[in-house]
């Protein structure tokens, strides 16, 4: 269970003195006791970020409006939650079942701090190992003649559902750019990134055929960009010339999954901020 009187505070804004001690000062006039602080001015962007872990039996009105007034003051863009609050999560799929199966399993486990209130496939492949989960499963097909229609009945599905997150787990769609606007800093890609050149459902054949010697993954925020959005995280496997087109893949979904995971908990306890094209992650 999450405890009540237990906050997470994060935020970003111009950098200039005083915020740090500024922020201190709001949270200990409401009898606030932080546990955990971290924070990083960008020199290249003039701005400030932080997050905050503190307890306080204040009560969440109070804090906000105390919290919006000194946003007021310094131009900041700030979150303030329950610290281990499980953040309402879509899945979607394809056909690959290995990330999805993963962020399920870690939320059974009770090592991901989400709440999975469904999983959305264009087919209809991974219906059972969702309903094995207990989650509802969403088959909303997607043509090109249909593309707009399921991408509506997906924001319908946000909505109706309260989603705060949404999780592209080997989803192989490419999504609208008013899509991923709609979305923009709440929907996470996992992408077979240090494969840049090899393009298809068949990367890592491509890799075998071309001798690579490193293969990885990145998690990174979805935009209008394909597969170019702010960087959450990133892994690695070194191969060599014994790897078999199917070791590489078994490999690369293992360096997915790892990726995607660390990528979801950062976002759902509020460790990562972005900072234009890039991301601050306070791990």
Sequence with gaps: MTDASSWVLSLSCPDRPGIVHAVSGVLADHDGNITESQQFGDPDTGLFFMRVAFSSAAPLAELEAAVEALAGRFEMTWNLDVAGRRMRTIVMVSKAAHCVNDLLFRERAKTLPVD?????????????????????FHHIPVTADTKADAEAALLALVEELDAELVVLARYMQILSPELSDALRGRIINIHHSFLPSFKGARPYFQAHDRGVKLIGATAHYVTSDLDEGPIIEQDVERVDHTFTPESLTAIGADVERRALARAVRWHAEHRVLLDGHRTIVFK
Excluded at 118 to 131: F, I, Q, S
């Design 116 to 136: 999975i209130v469904a999983v959305v496939g264009n087919h209809p492949t991974l219906r059972e190992l969702a309903e094995f989960y207990g989650k509802p």
